[in-house]
């Protein structure tokens, strides 16, 4: 049968795999020279190194756990191991002494022989006949080379030998191993140079022998020729070692079921093996494992129904119709079949958990919106049965495939719900995922460019001509790039050595692993000890500064090892949403649930149609504004096609979509009964559940068939869409239509079927979107100051949203110390206030004093009044200093910015004197006597004088503002141009960042200069390098020779100019565009 051909297959694969190659696995780790957890001598922060190799399945199980515990136990400047870990995990090694860093070489060199011979036999001890001691010789006659590792290896290989034979312990011939080829000696020069921060010409650069290549037999029996039995040994080792494989099915954790609903071991009472074997199938049964694992299914998809239908309850009311009930029980039944009850209990565990914590929870993402179980759990927030969604898509109850359930969280809960899962699950059983970063086309060519001391302008124009698509090549890279880009080529062929040097191992290096991260939202929960299955290492969390467990291995290969991975994404909308609901509450008093709003709001659908969504989520971008005005949303419905439809390729039905909505294009369908699935998107395929829904309706494809037709249409599956074609001509002419008329719906869904949008995602994202919306349109000032706080760091999106604001008929106030929150607020009269902990210098710490004695004791009448209430040990000088710079302090009576920093006539800055004043008040104020009515209302000291101090020039006042907040707030120093920069210049900053779409055209822009560097070339012709700046961002500039002598000169730090240019071809670079200044 099918399946006994597929097995034999397999079998012959992996007969092949054995005869082409025997897979070694194993590590080369550091011995702490003492034990793993000293750390406080010199010889602590080094190790000797040592070579452990897996024989065996148990091999590799001691190989992983030794290894990870090298991280996690033993990481002093590097992960190391001791000798107590060798002996407890020993079973299942091969171990041989490594390199001259090993213990016994490292001991032999230093005239400790003794030492030398104890250590190996402790080894002999503990290994027996799977310790070998390791000779090399990497004779080299380069004189680039490293001179000096041969003699020393002859001189340490003798008395290896001589050890060797005393103590009945076997040799092997090894070469240490860096590169591939003979020919990769110099790429790996270049390697070690960027990895040690050192320049090629450096003298004193760390240096290999150059032999560091995988030898062939041929060459290692040539250098080991008077020492047969040490290359025969390696054949033994070779050997000794098992076929075994570290695949395993999925390790699905184990979630802590409530006693009272059941236990296994009422549940093996309950239901003998027969009886399971009959309920799930002996294929099924078999498949899943044996009857331990079997019944722990059973007590999991039984719980996992118990809370489906309570929470079907809450979600539909108490009478669940037929449809529900069907619906629910199906699903139930194959996420059992498959296996998967306690991946179900585990999610909804921790966003249960999560939306108890006050975390934001998205309402879904994916195809996991399909299911109903999911939206019953609370695991999604979209009724699937409303929205047409299939779980099929979701899970094919046809194939077996772990479920991948994507949850966003608000960025800051994210946080907060991995460490509740760390401590439920333990720490040791979650872990994060590695990736591996590598050397990319551009970055090989800079960083050899940077070991070879290229000039950084040469640098950065060779990686500039490197474009980002070449046609007919799947995937760009430098070799592709030399080939097609004439500029390149040169380079590559060039007389100067440097310049053709850096291409050539640019292009020898690219790919190469050059650092390691941790996967964005991959996190693993394990069933037991993580390190069990896969080694782990540590990282450490950027924005914490946790200690976190990293798997060593990526993503592709952690699913075939079982471990079970779930995505905890951070989604920024869900923190601006989360910002706007409080600020909402603070300044009206109203507690809103975003999830229960009105989903006919006419409000937000004026909004839609206005186009007015810069801000919202998924619908802001010019082009969709565009598309929303022509559309006139007036339903849910549309709002999702909209989403779905506003892509590359599917983008060009969007008039026609718009049309048929109005009326202007007639709806037609090709069969009546289409319309069923057909009606919401006015006759258009725009989702992939409707090619699925339509297959079943049409020729009576099986939920898991509709599926398979799905995915082969997305991926362009030739031979598979072949053979679904004939099941669906054979099953639609079976149910009555025609051949012709399938024919043509079968190469309209060919035509748009890999364009189809998944239906599931486009509904939760859209329905993040109208919460968005929403919000705008029915508390604008307080949602736009939620977007204000969530963009901070990105100066072109701050400017473009306060334009908003402005548009809005609302001000971006500046930070005030009695209006002020943590983040933007608005104030009483619908004005955005900045934050307080947005000003830099400013902590939250300082700032959460400052608002919580403002909410205490009421506002701050004066500046003094200030210094007398506040902390001042975390609302400091500096602190206080950034608030005065960035106008928090302006509303204050009695003193403005200038003054902080004018001097008394002792020559005393003012600030120092407040300083000094509030520290003195407190401190007399906490110890003054009580007076005669019981309080201290009669405590008084004399408060100092504040000087007098002329005014800042606008540009001086706001270039303080803008350093302090990152942005011109209360005023621009272009404003007196804001209408010739608006209305005259044609190009701003932002359109200058890509000149392509403006070559050939006559353009004007105009900004202020904020900086300027001059100098002159190796020729000794002048340069002016220049940036300037306007509402939309900055733009660097330069110009050379007769522009520099004619233009330079207007290159002025907070000149405000109005430039013409041309975007024209560079003169000596003609693939590259600049602004020639006309």
Known sequence: ????????????????????????????????????????????????????????????????????????????????????????????LIVS??????????????????????????????????????????????????????????????????IARKYDVKLIATNDVHFVNEEDADAHDRLICLSTGKDFDDPDRMRYTKQEWLKSTEEMNRIFADIPEALTNTLEVADKVEFYSIDNPPLMPFYPIDPAFGTEEQYREKYPEQVLMEEFGKDTFHRLGDYDKVIRVKLEADYLAHLTFQGAQRRYGEELTEEIHERLTFELETIKRMGFPGYFLIVQDFINAAREMDVAVGPGRGSAAGSAAAYCLGITDIDPLKYDLLFERFLNPDRISMPDIDIDFDDEGRGKVLRW??????????????????????????????????????????????????????KVNLRAAIDNVPELKEAANSSDPLLRDTLRYACMLEGNVRNTGVHACGVIIGQTDISDVVPISTAEDKETREKLLVTQYEGSVIEETGLIKMDFLGLKTLSIIKDALVTIEQTRGVKINIDTIDMNDATT?????????????????????????????????????????????????????????????????????????LSETYGITVYQEQVMLLSRLLAGFTRGQSDELRKAMGKKLIDKMTALKEKFLAGGKQNGYQEKILNKIWADWEKFASYAFNKSHATCYSWVAYQTAWLKANYPSEYMAAVLSNNLNNITEITKFMDECKAMGMNVLCPDVNESFLKFSVNSEGDVRFGLAAIKSVGQGAANDIIAEREKNGPYSDIFDFVERVNLSSCNKKTIEALALAGAFDSLPGIHREQFFATNSKGEEFMETLIRYGSKYQMDKQGAMVSLFGDDTSFQIARPEIPQAARWSDLERLNKERELIGIYLSAHPLDDYEFILKYVCNADTVRLQELEPLNGMEITFGGIITMVREGQTKRGSPYTIFKIEDYAGSYEMALFSEDSVNFGRYARIGLSIYIEGKVQPKRYRENELEVKIT
């Not at 793993?36 to 024989?55: N, T, Y």
């Open 97 to 162: 002494s490594a390199c001259l860093g090993g213990e016994i070489s490292r001991k032999v060199d230093s005239g400790q022989t003794s030492d030398a011979e104890e250590a190996v036999q402790w080894y002999k001890r503990v290994f027996g006949d799977d310790y070998y001691l390791e000779l090399q010789r990497h004779k080299t006659n380069r004189p680039d080379a490293d001179q000096s590792t041969y003699p020393k290896q002859e001189r340490v290989n003798q008395e290896l030998i001589r």
């Open 605 to 677: 659908y004026r909004l839609y149609c206005n186009g007015q969504t810069t801000g919202t989520f998924q619908f802001e971008s010019t082009g969709m504004q565009k598309y929303l005005k022509e559309l006139q949303p007036s339903k849910f419905e549309d709002l999702i096609a909209m989403n779905a439809l506003y892509r590359p390729g599917p983008m060009d039905y969007i008039p026609s979509f718009i049309a048929r909505k109005h009326g202007r294009e007639e709806i037609s369908y090709d069969l009546p009964i289409m319309e069923k699935y």
């Open 421 to 474: 899962v760390t401590e439920k699950y333990g720490s040791e059983k979650v872990a994060h995922i590695i990736t591996y970063g590598t050397m990319a086309t551009k970055s090989s060519i800079k960083d050899v460019a940077r070991v070879h001391k290229l000039p950084l302008s040469e640098s950065n124009r060779l990686a500039k001509l490197v474009p980002d698509r070449i046609p007919n090549v799947k």
């Open 1 to 92: 049968d099918a399946d006994g051909r597929k097995e034999a297959l397999q079998q012959q694969l992996q007969a092949a795999e054995q005869k082409l190659f025997k897979p070694i696995v194993g590590c080369e780790c550091y011995l702490a020279r003492r034990d793993r957890f000293s750390q406080s001598e010199k010889i602590d922060g080094s190790g000797w190194h040592l070579v452990v190799l897996a024989k065996n399945l148990t091999g590799y199980k001691n190989l992983i756990k030794i290894v990870s515990k090298s991280w996690t136990e033993g990481f002093y400047y590097r992960p190391r191991i001791d000798k107590e870990l060798l002996e407890q995990h020993s079973e299942g």
